[in-house]
């Protein structure tokens, strides 16, 4: 319950948006998968681009100095790789989360950390092609860490800090209010870019829920009407017979009412052959009321009515 709140209050502090519980969660788990598969790329390019920034940081400050660092780098990228794995196969969102901001921060932190360490050193045309590469690192990251903007943005701060201080602790006050004064509105932009990639990611997770939503509700709806269709066939299947059975009284009294003399005994079938065609008009509309309560057009009314009325219909009829 503690983590919850302090992922969620972290997660405000961010920018994150606020949602249902079970929404959030879900938007979370998707984000954290499409993380750890893009930085599984991410780790690659990093570690070219590490290896190639050897050139002017083994000039700067030997290669055993370079090499530990290329060693830290690599080995947190690693590190929070597996350790992000693990978290998402344990299901602990609240691990997720909390690993994924360290995580960032730390590769963050130590990605840009030759700065404050290799610019006291450097000559200013080093120390510019190194800020260069570090600020396309930052904004070439929004494409693997924007999916998540809380991991992307503590990346960007740990990032932008270096390179600042850096300036600070080698340039003059001139040069480096200048670097942080331009670095300002260089993080506004790309945490404002992160901010639009985690809302394409979500949209697309909620569309894709959505579709899932209704896909199921199709599918229940469409085995409510295939039943229904059954249900009306064996139903049809039964009246078609009910109705042969007044139909051949009928016939019967029919042909009896011919051969019968004017009397008492041919009034009588004359009257069963009357009720007997009242019974097979009631069924039809039987029929028809059915058809028209599915429609919705019929709205049922209980109301008393005599059972010898239905009584006298199945004697006729039978």
Same mark, same amino acid.
């Given at each position: 319950?503690?983590?919850?709140?302090?992922?969620?209050?972290?997660?405000?502090?961010?920018?994150?948006?606020?949602?249902?519980?079970?929404?959030?969660?879900?938007?979370?788990?998707?984000?954290?998968?499409?993380?750890?598969?893009?930085?599984?790329?991410?780790?690659?390019?990093?570690?070219?681009?590490?290896?190639?920034?050897?050139?002017?940081?083994?000039?700067?400050?030997?290669?055993?100095?370079?090499?530990?660092?290329?060693?830290?780098?690599?080995?947190?990228?690693?590190?929070?790789?597996?350790?992000?794995?693990?978290?998402?196969?344990?299901?602990?969102?609240?691990?997720?989360?909390?690993?994924?901001?360290?995580?960032?921060?730390?590769?963050?932190?130590?990605?840009?950390?030759?700065?404050?360490?290799?610019f006291?050193?450097?000559?200013?045309?080093?120390?510019?092609?190194?800020?260069?590469v570090?600020?396309?690192?930052?904004?070439?990251?929004?494409?693997?860490?924007?999916? @998540?903007?809380? !991991?992307?943005?503590?990346? *960007?701060?740990?990032? &932008?800090?270096?390179?600042? +201080?850096?300036?600070? /602790? #080698?340039?003059?006050?001139?040069?480096?209010?200048?670097?942080?004064?331009?670095?300002?509105?260089?993080?506004?932009?790309?945490?404002?870019?992160?901010?639009?990639?985690?809302?394409?990611?979500?949209?697309?997770?909620?569309?894709?829920?959505?579709?899932?939503?209704?896909?199921?509700?199709l599918?229940?709806?469409?085995?409510?009407?295939?039943a229904?269709?059954?249900?009306?066939?064996? @139903?049809?299947? !039964?009246?078609?017979?009910? *109705?042969?059975?007044? &139909?051949h009284?009928?016939? +019967?009294?029919?042909? /009896? #009412?011919?051969?019968?003399?004017?009397?008492?005994?041919?009034?009588?079938?004359?009257?069963?052959?009357?009720?007997?065609?009242?019974?097979?008009?009631?069924?039809?509309?039987?029929?028809?009321?059915?058809?028209?309560f599915?429609?919705?057009?019929?709205?049922?009314?209980?109301?008393?009515?005599?059972?010898?009325?239905?009584?006298?219909?199945?004697?006729?009829?039978y």
């Amino acid at each position: 319950m503690q983590g919850s709140n302090v992922r969620q209050r972290i997660g405000e502090w961010m920018g994150a948006a606020v949602r249902p519980a079970d929404d959030r969660s879900r938007v979370l788990r998707e984000q954290t998968d499409l993380l750890i598969r893009q930085m599984r790329t991410g780790f690659l390019v990093a570690t070219v681009a590490g290896a190639l920034l050897g050139v002017p940081m083994a000039r700067t400050s030997g290669l055993v100095v370079y090499a530990v660092w290329l060693a830290l780098l690599v080995g947190g990228y690693a590190l929070r790789q597996r350790l992000m794995e693990q978290a998402q196969a344990s299901g602990s969102l609240d691990r997720v989360f909390v690993i994924t901001l360290v995580g960032s921060a730390l590769i963050g932190f130590i990605l840009t950390l030759p700065c404050p360490l290799f610019f006291p050193n450097a000559d200013p045309n080093t120390r510019a092609f190194l800020t260069m590469v570090h600020m396309i690192w930052m904004a070439a990251a929004v494409t693997v860490l924007g999916v @998540f903007p809380p !991991s992307y943005k503590v990346y *960007l701060c740990c990032s &932008l800090g270096n390179v600042v +201080l850096g300036w600070w /602790l #080698s340039a003059t006050p001139l040069e480096a209010g200048l670097v942080t004064a331009w670095a300002v509105p260089m993080a506004f932009l790309l945490t404002r870019l992160s901010n639009r990639v985690g809302r394409m990611i979500e949209e697309s997770v909620n569309i894709r829920h959505e579709r899932e939503q209704l896909v199921a509700r199709l599918q229940e709806s469409l085995a409510e009407t295939e039943a229904a269709q059954r249900a009306r066939s064996r @139903f049809l299947a !039964s009246a078609s017979h009910d *109705l042969l059975q007044p &139909l051949h009284a009928l016939l +019967l009294l029919a042909s /009896l #009412s011919r051969d019968l003399p004017e009397g008492p005994r041919r009034e009588d079938v004359l009257k069963q052959l009357h009720v007997t065609a009242e019974s097979i008009d009631a069924m039809f509309r039987g029929l028809l009321d059915l058809a028209r309560f599915d429609a919705g057009t019929l709205q049922p009314q209980l109301t008393a009515m005599p059972v010898a009325h239905v009584l006298r219909a199945v004697q006729a009829a039978y």
